[in-house]
C-alpha cells in the first residue's frame, strides 16, 4: 500500500513563506514524475509545479519566481518552497507521483490528501 502524505501547510500573512513537504511509503520500486497541484475554493485543481525524475521542472505562470519545487529522492520526497506569498496563493495543495511499484509496473499516479494554505492580506 502506498501512501503519500503532505505536511507543511498553514496559515501566513501575505508576503510570508511556507515549505510543503510530501512524502511516499510503501514499496516503491522507482518515483518518475513529482508535481504540485492546487485547488481552491469554487475552482479546479490547477497544477502548480513539475519535477522530472532528472530534475527538469516547469511552474504554473502565477507562481514562477516565487515558489521552487524540488525532490530528495533517497527519501521519496518532494518539496514546494513557497515564498512571496499572495492571497491569490490560498487553495488545498495536493501532491502526486507518477511511480512503479516493481520493475514491470506500470507507472501509475499516486494522489496525496492535501494540505491548506491559507494567505491573508
Known amino acids: 500500500q502506498v501512501q503519500l502524505v503532505e505536511s507543511g501547510g498553514g496559515s501566513v500573512q501575505a508576503g510570508g513563506s511556507l515549505r510543503l513537504s510530501c512524502a511516499a511509503s510503501?514499496?516503491?520500486?522507482?518515483?518518475?514524475?513529482m508535481d504540485w497541484y492546487r485547488q481552491a475554493p469554487g475552482k479546479q485543481r490547477e497544477l502548480v509545479a513539475h519535477?522530472?525524475?532528472?530534475?527538469?521542472?516547469n511552474y504554473a505562470d502565477s507562481v514562477k519566481g516565487r515558489f521552487t519545487i524540488s525532490r530528495d529522492n533517497a527519501k521519496n520526497t518532494v518539496y514546494l518552497q513557497m515564498n512571496s506569498l499572495k492571497s491569490e496563493d490560498t487553495a488545498v495543495y495536493y501532491c502526486?507521483?507518477?511511480?512503479?511499484?516493481?520493475?514491470?509496473?506500470?507507472?501509475?499516479?499516486?494522489w496525496g490528501r492535501g494540505t491548506q494554505v491559507s494567505v491573508s492580506s
Open positions: 502526486k507521483m507518477l511511480l512503479s511499484l516493481t520493475a514491470w509496473h506500470i507507472p501509475t499516479n499516486y
Open positions: 519535477i522530472t525524475s532528472g530534475g527538469s521542472t
Open positions: 510503501g514499496s516503491i520500486f522507482r518515483i518518475n514524475d
